[in-house]
């Protein structure tokens, strides 16, 4: 079946201090066009920064991603 190709992907990352945090997750949708190939598309998106006595500074970057996997 076609729909068998297409596969849902979340990936994170994330850390926290006393100093600040920054988050950094993935949505994207794979396709397996054939078997040691896979595309991916998604949106992407990186947040962090800091807030103490000396710096306050954060950041909300969003992206569009696109890659090949290629498993050997």
């Known amino acids: 079946m076609p729909w068998n190709r297409f596969r849902f992907l979340i990936e994170g990352n994330a850390l ?3 100093q600040g945090r920054a988050e950094d997750l993935l949505f994207a949708i794979m396709y397996k ?3 040691n190939l ?3 598309a998604g949106y ?3 947040e962090g ?3 103490n006595d000396k710096v306050y500074t954060f950041a909300f ?3 569009i991603v696109a890659g090949v996997v290629l498993s050997l």
């Open 38 to 40: 896979s595309l991916k």
């Open 33 to 35: 066009p054939v078997q």
């Open 61 to 63: 970057i969003h992206y």
């Open 44 to 46: 992407r998106f990186l």
């Open 16 to 18: 926290a201090a006393s």
């Open 49 to 51: 920064g800091a807030d």
